[in-house]
């Protein structure tokens, strides 16, 4: 039972340090590569989108 319990501490850290370190990596960045990172990301939502499969960016 607690090495259940660890293991999903563990992963959730993981989880949360990866998203905290893509919000920093994200506000360091210039804001001209922001923008083209966000045209990206609205590209490849949209051709998830017509190809019928779920994305997450």
């Known amino acids: 039972m607690t090495a259940l319990a660890l293991l999903i501490l563990a992963v959730l850290d993981y ?3 990866a998203f905290l370190s893509v919000r920093v ?3 360091a960045l210039p804001e001209d590569c922001r923008e083209v990172m966000d045209e990206y990301k609205k590209f490849i939502k949209e051709s998830k ?3 019928g499969k779920r994305v997450i960016a």
Do not use: A, G
């Open 15 to 17: 989880l949360t340090v």
């Open 25 to 27: 990596f994200q506000r």
């Open 49 to 51: 989108k017509r190809e």
